[in-house]
């Protein structure tokens, strides 16, 4: 056997071994919440819940401004001194410490924010309690670990600290009364599991004092990736946000049940492209689209059968994970937005994995900023008039926008080479 078959042969042992700890790590993000978002629906009841939905779309904003766009940029930075044999500690504290800043200056624009709105000082204590989970993202170095290739420790951990906030939810949370227990419970569980997570991740850096100046060029690169991202929260998270506003709690929870299944199935391509791209990134261009014609297709079949699925079984699946007659009046809307699943896997094949590992971050941020935007100024006009079938409307009109923007990139790409 020769050493080069060799070397590509224990690389895609690697990516086999991430891949399977991501698919544990990433299936309790998004499968978790078919067990945990149908029991709080029934324990808190629909205006609780979706009051607990909205809050949670705050945190997704907090977050993305938190990461800046580091979960791309320094995992393919920290996959290239792999590669190399060289140190991690620079880009590794150019991240913790700027993450650790911007945690400062979200939670000061969180506390302004609360207590300066009616809506928001009403349940003050729902909404500081539920920023623990945007700590302990914030000290969780999943991208440091996903780009040495090492997920085995921190899903272990996530796996306890997960197990342990889903048994207390069962326990503790009996009634509406008790919905400051979930944000509670859900902070505590991110926040272990950072900290513990932070204290492995140390054994392989060296400790290093803040230096913003000489990252100067690593956060600009980053700023790209965070444009992107915060763009993509404006077809997400903000949906929920804008139906909570004009809409109100009932309809957030309605909207927010069809939309964790939808996740859930969206995100079941995440595992594949979080384990790849590491791989993706060591690779010359033609080897990359050597890989992606495989990906394409596998992609593609499995997308296309979920959201069959959803559409041949959605009063199934609702009635069995809900059973609320308020949620299966909506039903035909869980049948529209089951769409997403096809074409989510095909535009974060190019958006998530094959972009990034190209490094062509500028061409992402503007394929998602067209995106978001379009989805905001559509949204601003829709949603106050048809509350939650605008919204879904826009959802799915903004994923297959993505879907033909990641298409027309993809294209040229190929005409190009």
């Known amino acids: ?26 299936g309790l993000n ?5 067990l945990i978002i149908p029991f709080l629906e029934r324990q808190l009841g629909l205006q609780m819940f979706g009051l607990i ?3 949670q779309a705050m945190m997704v904003f907090c977050t993305l401004v ?18 190399k044999g060289e140190d991690y500690s620079t880009i590794y504290f150019h991240v913790f410490w700027a993450r650790l800043t911007l945690l400062g200056i979200m939670f000061l624009v969180l506390i302004i924010t609360t207590f300066s709105f ?4 009403q349940h003050w204590q ?32 996530n796996v306890l600290a997960k197990v342990i906030f889903t048994v207390l939810l069962f326990v503790f949370v009996t009634s509406p009364s008790d919905y400051l227990s979930v944000p509670l419970f859900n902070s505590v569980g991110f926040i272990i599991a950072g900290t513990v997570s932070f204290l492995i991740s140390l054994k392989y850096v060296t400790w290093q004092r803040p230096n913003y100046k000489s990252g100067s ?11 992107s991202n915060i763009s993509s929260s404006l077809y997400t998270a903000l949906n929920a946000f804008l139906l909570g506003i004009f809409g109100g709690d009932i309809l957030v929870g309605i909207y927010s049940s069809f939309e964790k299944l939808i996740l859930a199935a969206k995100n079941m391509f995440i595992p594949i492209y979080q384990a790849i791209f590491p791989y993706m990134a060591r690779k010359s261009h033609l080897e990359m689209k050597t890989l992606m014609r495989s990906l394409l297709i596998g992609v593609t079949i499995l997308g296309f059968l979920i959201t069959v699925l959803f559409i041949v079984f959605a009063e199934w699946i609702l009635g069995l994970l809900y059973n609320d007659p308020q949620i299966m009046d909506y039903a035909y809307l869980f049948k529209i937005m089951s769409s997403i699943a096809f074409f989510a896997g095909l535009n974060m094949l190019i958006n998530v994995l094959y972009i990034p590992a190209r490094k062509h971050f500028r ?25 939650i079938e605008g919204t879904v409307v826009m959802v799915v009109t903004t994923e297959l926008l993505l879907f033909i923007l990641a298409l027309i990139y993809y294209g040229r790409e190929l005409k190009n080479t």
């Open 66 to 83: 938190v990461d800046f766009g580091f979960n791309m940029t320094a995992t393919r930075e920290i996959a290239l001194l792999k590669e």
């Open 126 to 157: 729902l909404y500081l309690l539920s920023y623990g989970v945007v700590v302990g993202q914030a000290i969780f170095p999943v991208w440091f670990f996903q780009g040495i290739e090492k997920m085995r420790f921190i899903t272990i951990i």
């Open 363 to 387: 061409q992402l941020m503007y394929i998602m900023l067209a995106a978001g935007i379009f989805n905001l100024i559509i949204s601003l006009i829709v949603v106050p008039i048809f509350k």
């Open 217 to 227: 060029a690593f956060y600009k690169e980053s700023s790209l990736m965070f444009v």
């Open 1 to 26: 056997m020769s050493a080069r078959f060799t070397k590509i042969s224990g690389e895609q042992k690697t990516v086999a071994r991430n891949y399977g700890s991501l698919v544990v790590l990433q």
């Open 30 to 34: 998004y499968l978790l919440p078919l």
């Open 53 to 55: 939905m909205f809050a």
């Open 118 to 121: 009616e809506k928001f000082a």
